[in-house]
C-alpha cells in the first residue's frame, strides 16, 4: 500500500488537507460535534461518511453527496451485552435527532459475537475502534476522526491518504472477504464511476 503502515499518524499538512476537505460536509461537521458530547470510550467517526466525502470533493460533486449514513464506533470492553450497546445506541437517537441522515453506533468490542454470522469468516476480538478500522476491505476506507476536548481534530489513517485521494481502491484482506470487497466496490463504482479498483490480491 502507498506508504506502508503509518500506524495513523499523518503530516501536519496532511491533516490540515484532510480537515478541510472533510469539513465542507456540514452534516459531518455536525454529526462529529454532537458525536464529541456522548463522552464514548475511544470514539471515531469513520466509514462511507469519510472517504465519500473525499471522493466527493475531488470529483466536484456535492460534498454529502451518495453518503448511506454515518458509523460512529467506540470500544467497551467492560460489558459486552446487547443491551448496553442498544442503550448507547438509543442514546444516540435522542442526541442525533434532527440531523437528516442516518447516524449508526456500534460498540467494536462486540464484533467478534456477530461477525462470522454475518460475512461467514471469523473476527478475532479487537482491541480497540483502531483495530476495527484496520481490517477494512480496502485501504481507502480505513479512516477516522474525533474530537478531543477543545474541538482538536485527531486522525486515524493506517494507510496514508494516497488512495482515497487518488480515488483508489485497494484491497486490505486484513479480515473482509474476497466478496466483501468486490460487492462493496460495484457498489462504489456505481456512485463514484471515477474510482480505479484494483483486483482482489488476498
Given amino acids: 500500500m502507498p506508504g506502508g503502515t503509518r500506524g495513523g499518524r499523518l503530516s501536519d499538512g496532511e491533516q490540515e488537507r484532510l480537515r478541510e476537505v472533510l469539513g465542507r460536509n456540514a452534516v459531518l461537521v455536525e454529526v462529529l460535534g454532537r458525536a464529541a458530547g456522548m463522552g464514548l470510550p475511544g ?29 460512529i ?22 442526541v442525533f435527532a ?44 480505513c479512516l477516522g476522526v474525533r474530537l478531543e476536548t477543545g474541538g482538536e481534530w485527531v486522525f486515524y489513517a493506517p494507510c496514508g491518504l494516497d ?22 466496490a460495484a457498489r462504489w463504482v456505481g456512485e463514484w464511476p471515477e474510482l480505479t479498483v484494483l483486483p482482489w490480491s488476498g
Avoid at 464506533?73 to 435522542?94: C, K, M, N, Q
Fill in 43 to 71: 470514539w471515531y467517526l469513520t466509514a462511507g461518511c469519510l472517504f465519500q466525502t473525499v471522493w466527493n470533493v475531488v470529483t466536484g460533486r456535492p460534498p454529502g453527496g451518495g453518503i448511506k449514513d454515518y458509523d
Fill in 98 to 141: 434532527g440531523v437528516p441522515v442516518e447516524v449508526e453506533i456500534r460498540n467494536e468490542a462486540r464484533v467478534h459475537l456477530w461477525y462470522a454470522r454475518k460475512f461467514g469468516v471469523p473476527c478475532p476480538p479487537y482491541r480497540s475502534v483502531e483495530g476495527a478500522i484496520d481490517s477494512f476491505a480496502a485501504t481507502a476506507c
Fill in 163 to 184: 488512495d482515497v485521494f487518488g480515488l483508489v481502491l485497494r484491497p486490505n484482506p486484513v479480515l473482509a472477504p474476497r466478496e466483501v470487497y468486490e460487492a462493496k
Fill in 73 to 94: 464506533f467506540y470500544f467497551d470492553d467492560t460489558d459486552l451485552s446487547w443491551e448496553a450497546e442498544d442503550a448507547v445506541i438509543r442514546a444516540g437517537r435522542e
